[in-house]
């Protein structure tokens, strides 16, 4: 049973038309398109939806924490939010997943899958923590900072990402951690995630389950040290 599963999985790939639906959500979005298409975009979420409910037991095998989670939990809602936005376009214009063991209700550490055409990634750790899962973060990078950055030079990593992600960073040192402490570059980070590009056409090939699977496993040490850090 188990090699069967692996075997399907590993030939499982998404069809044409969930590429094919965002790129005309691109070039229309408006509520009119959107309803006239609502069976394309259902029959899109589904595709997506079951290749995820193939991808969790995968990442089960080596990241337990995610063992009991679906893929329904797991895919953020289409619509956008746009009470305070500028950009008043309805609808978002990907097919976000976010594998946790919370599903996309937690910051992480997690898995992120991105379907969007010509901006796919993957991406794992902890995004948008709140201030005190922050700071429990950088405590534990503070205190274990050989640890963390044997992490980020593992080979395994680093043969996939470009290592921890400079997506938004304080200028000076965090409160209640010293100035002059060697590392403190670490520690500015509001955010603790890698990422991992993935061409439109790797979506819809049969290689996807076998591209993305090697690089959730690798960075799982990653994830392992930020979950300890927040369980603390």
């Known amino acids: 049973m188990k090699t069967f599963f692996y075997l399907c999985s590993k030939s499982f790939s998404m069809k044409r038309m969930v590429l094919d639906f965002?790129?005309?959500?691109?070039?229309?979005n408006t509520r009119e398109w959107f309803q006239e298409h609502k069976a394309q975009y259902h029959e899109a979420k589904k595709e997506?939806?079951?290749?995820?409910?193939?991808?969790?037991?995968?990442?089960?095998?080596?990241?337990?924490?995610?063992?009991?989670?679906?893929?329904?939990?797991?895919?953020?809602?289409?619509?956008?939010?746009?009470?305070?936005?500028?950009?008043?376009?309805p609808y978002k214009?990907?097919?976000?997943?976010w594998i946790t063991h919370a599903g996309r209700k937690s910051p992480g550490p997690g898995y992120y899958l991105h379907i969007q055409p010509g901006g796919c990634f993957l991406s794992m750790g902890v995004y948008m923590p709140d201030p005190d899962q922050l700071k429990k973060i950088r405590k534990e990078i503070y205190y274990n900072v050989s640890e963390f950055?044997?992490?980020?030079?593992?080979?395994?990593?680093?043969?996939?990402?470009?290592?921890?992600?400079?997506?938004e960073k304080?200028?000076?040192?965090?409160?209640?951690?010293?100035?002059?402490?060697?590392?403190?570059?670490?520690?500015?980070?509001?955010?603790?995630?890698?990422?991992?590009?993935?061409?439109?056409?790797?979506?819809?090939?049969?290689?996807?389950?076998?591209?993305?699977?090697?690089?959730?496993?690798?960075?799982?040490?990653?994830?392992?040290?930020?979950?300890?850090?927040?369980?603390d």
Not at 22 to 28: A, I, K, M, R, S
Not at 52 to 75: W, Y
Not at 149 to 167: N, S, Y
């Open 22 to 28: 965002l790129e005309g959500l691109q070039e229309n």
């Open 48 to 89: 997506v939806e079951a290749f995820v409910n193939l991808l969790i037991p995968e990442i089960a095998r080596f990241d337990k924490s995610i063992r009991f989670v679906a893929a329904k939990d797991c895919i953020f809602r289409i619509n956008r939010d746009i009470r305070f936005a500028k950009d008043k376009s």
């Open 93 to 97: 214009t990907n097919f976000g997943s």
């Open 149 to 167: 950055k044997a992490i980020l030079d593992d080979k395994k990593i680093r043969k996939f990402t470009g290592g921890l992600e400079t997506v």
């Open 170 to 231: 304080m200028k000076t040192a965090p409160r209640d951690f010293p100035r002059d402490f060697p590392d403190i570059d670490l520690l500015k980070h509001k955010h603790y995630v890698m990422s991992y590009p993935l061409q439109d056409g790797m979506i819809v090939s049969d290689k996807l389950f076998e591209t993305i699977v090697p690089v959730f496993r690798a960075v799982y040490p990653f994830n392992e040290f930020l979950r300890r850090a927040l369980e």
